[in-house]
């Protein structure tokens, strides 16, 4: 306080009018939107679960050349799923049981990509759209 009233009226007058431009182009400006950016929205989610009989479901589309956020649950202790492997992706994940498990990759432009239990016996694929 004791610096502004050295100023001056004139310094005085100036540092309010800046302020009151500020504050005009505040309350001016759009409102932020609470919605996800395109980039985010743009990612496929896919929920896949796993039982001792397999994938369900076992055949999933997703669009092509983009994100796919992939959900697996495992909800039986029985048969061979406690893991899962996109033999193209190079990834392979342990599925604890009654656990969701985000699995991100990118979809080729073409064809699909198989996912395997991790002894290759429970088989699935997504398809490129």
């Not at 610096?3 to 009226?9: A, V, W």
């Not at 007058?13 to 929205?41: F, G, M, Y």
């Amino acid at each position: 306080m004791t610096t502004i009233r050295n100023l001056g009226s004139s310094a005085c007058l100036a540092i309010l009018a800046l302020a009151n431009a500020c504050e005009r182009n505040a309350t001016n400006a759009p409102a932020e939107s609470n919605q996800a950016s395109p980039a985010v929205s743009a990612v496929a989610n896919l929920a896949l679960t796993v039982d001792g009989s397999g994938y369900h479901p076992a055949s999933f589309n997703a669009p092509a050349n983009k994100p796919v956020r992939l959900v697996v649950t495992r909800t039986s202790d029985e048969g061979c799923g406690q893991q899962i492997v996109f033999p193209s992706l190079e990834i392979r994940r342990d599925l604890p049981l009654n656990r969701e498990v985000p699995i991100d990759f990118t979809m080729p432009a073409s064809g699909s990509v198989a996912f395997t239990c991790g002894m290759n016996m429970l088989r699935g694929s997504i398809v490129a759209q």
